[in-house]
């Protein structure tokens, strides 16, 4: 079964996150929310010395900013500083617990720790929310975390999934997950109709053309397989799943 995704890459959700405006806001308070826009500027940038600097300003300016903590917890986890980014998170989701994206990315970072439960938790925490405006994340966040830790909780992922889409139908993680989740059951049929719906609304991954390739060779479709292996080998010759293509021997 493969699920070797990272679910950080979610994380840079919180770049796009909206900052509440209080009423009357202080001095100290207005300065935090520039200080914690500039730092996030600086992190999309790649430069993330300037961003801690900036983040912690933001932080000594408004202890109680949980964007401030949300952010700063994000850039953590790329020094690999993962006790103080657990430290950040949990006072930013304690702050303001309607923070979804803090929820959401708390959730990605307890899973890759390995700490399952504690992450569902979250995901769900977040589409709690009726606001939250990407509930589809995390419903597919936490189908992931359950999948790729080896929970054995398919039923529960799929629904997780069903929800996603239910939200977002074009949303193609979640549409590449069910499709990957509908072949491990050996529903390669289901399978083609999720990869079907994804390739037309986007451009085609090395790894979604990979699944299309090995289901239609499942569905003794080799023609369509020797198509879709050429398409991989013109737009990603250099992928491993490209070389898996070659050593299949098929084209």
Partial sequence: MQHARLLFLFLPLFLAACVTVQN???????????NVQLGIGYYQQGNLEQARAKLLKALR???????????????LTR??????????????????????????????????QGRVVEAEKMFMQAVKNPVYKTPEVAYTNAAVC?????????KIA?????????????????????????????????????????????????????????????????????ELGRLLEESFPDAPETQSWRDLGLD
């Avoid at 989701?93 to 899973?111: I, R, T, W």
């Fill in 24 to 34: 009357g806001p202080t001095k100290n308070e207005k300065a935090s929310k520039i």
């Fill in 61 to 75: 300016q408004d202890p109680e900013n949980s964007q401030a903590h949300f952010a700063y917890a994000v850039l």
């Fill in 79 to 112: 020094f690999t500083e993962f006790d103080k980014a657990e430290e950040h998170f949990r006072k930013a989701v304690e702050l303001d617990p309607q923070n979804s994206e803090a929820l959401n990315n708390f959730g990605a970072f307890l899973c890759n």
């Fill in 146 to 154: 359950l999948l790729q830790k080896g929970e054995n909780r398919g």
């Fill in 158 to 226: 799929q629904d997780y999934l069903v929800k996603a889409l239910a939200y977002r139908s074009t949303y193609a993680p979640a549409l590449i997950e069910m499709a990957q989740l509908q072949f491990d059951k050996g529903q390669y049929e289901l399978a083609r109709l999720y990869l079907n719906r994804l390739h037309l609304q986007g451009k085609p991954t090395p790894r979604s053309l990979w699944l299309a390739i090995r289901t239609e060779i499942a569905l003794d479709n080799p023609e369509k397989a020797r």
